[in-house]
């Protein structure tokens, strides 16, 4: 029973065109949303989060969008760029004491 | 400024082995999370450790146990390994419980043959 569902396995963009990544997930108690990077070999990176208290949190290119009562998010990257090729994972903060709920994510691969 | 440091990077083992992963918390950070990442899967919760007790738990079973040392430091052992144990182990720190500052570390990968 998957409380974070990301759809697509994968994605492929054109260099300097837009990704956006989509992230659904069915419990209305979650509150915080993150979403990870992660390369081949490496451990996640923290990219961008947003609070439910806000449907929009931008960071350079990286851009957030919460949709509360779809419960959807998507993170939106533009432009794209070869080094944005990775997979990136949407996580919800769940549990009293803050784990992290991942979605199984998608692989972005950003074409020259 | 070392980030968190996890060992060994490569583990192969056998069906009914025990196993002791580790992880060397970023500096500054006191708390240390445990995440299994099987192949095609996100990462799943396997519980968190603060001031040197297990502060929750995700829905792993028995066999795999934890421990935190004073230095913050832990370690993740898995008991009577099956197959299914296969997976990137991974190791997250942060100050304080509840936090959002999660720094993940490269994992370990464990093959169970």
């Known amino acids: 029973d998957q409380q974070v569902k990301q759809n697509s396995p994968s994605l492929s963009v054109q260099e300097g065109r837009i990704s956006i990544l989509n992230c659904d997930y069915t419990n209305s108690m979650f509150d915080y949303f993150l979403w990870y990077k992660k390369y081949p070999a490496e451990g996640p990176t923290f990219l961008i989060s947003?609070?439910?208290?806000?449907d929009k949190n931008e960071d350079g290119r990286f851009t957030v969008f919460l949709n509360k009562s779809a419960k959807h998010l998507s993170l939106h990257i533009v432009p794209s760029q070869p080094g944005d090729s990775a997979v990136y994972f949407c996580a919800a903060l769940g549990g009293s004491q803050g784990n992290l709920i991942f979605g199984k994510g998608t692989k972005l691969s950003v074409k020259p | 400024d070392a980030g968190v440091t996890q060992s060994p990077t490569h583990l192969i083992k056998t069906r009914g082995q025990q196993v002791t992963l580790r992880c060397s918390p970023k500096?500054?950070?006191?708390?240390v999370s445990w995440y299994q990442q099987a192949l095609g899967q996100g990462p799943q919760f396997i519980f968190q450790y603060y001031e040197e007790e297990e502060r929750q738990r995700g829905n792993f079973p028995d066999r795999f146990s934890g421990h935190q040392f004073p230095n913050y430091s832990s370690e993740l052992n898995v008991n009577a390994l099956l197959l299914g144990d296969s997976a990137l182990y991974l190791c997250?720190?942060?100050?304080?419980?509840?936090?959002?500052?999660?720094?993940f570390g490269s994992g370990t990968r464990l093959t169970v043959v």
């Open positions: 997250a720190s942060s100050y304080r419980t509840g936090n959002y500052g999660y720094t």
């Open positions: 947003i609070s439910s208290i806000k």
């Open positions: 500096s500054g950070h006191d708390t």
